[in-house]
């Protein structure tokens, strides 16, 4: 058992980050469905082309364009994954 920080942090077990090939500086989402706390490590490959499609004549995006653009590829991943 985990307990959260008052900065709402917490410390992911060894395993975990060993069966996800997390490594210290990569970049999740975390997010709720039904309940459950998901934690996915998103590529940098499938974010680089997200976000290619926000900047194209464009000013870089906001954070909130590119946080945006997370979520929705760690749900599209999660949703992928489950079937």
Known sequence: MHKVTTKRQ??????????IALQPGD????FARDGVAHIVKMNSGN????????VKGKAFPSVDEL??????????KFL???N
């Not at 970049?27 to 975390?30: L, P, Q």
Request: aromatic share 6%.
């Open 80 to 82: 992928n994954d489950s």
């Open 67 to 76: 946080k945006d653009v997370i979520k929705k590829r760690a749900t599209e």
């Open 27 to 30: 970049y999740v989402e975390v």
């Open 10 to 19: 917490v410390t992911l077990p060894q395993a975990v980050c060993n069966a």
């Open 47 to 54: 974010l680089a082309g997200k976000f290619s499609a926000l």
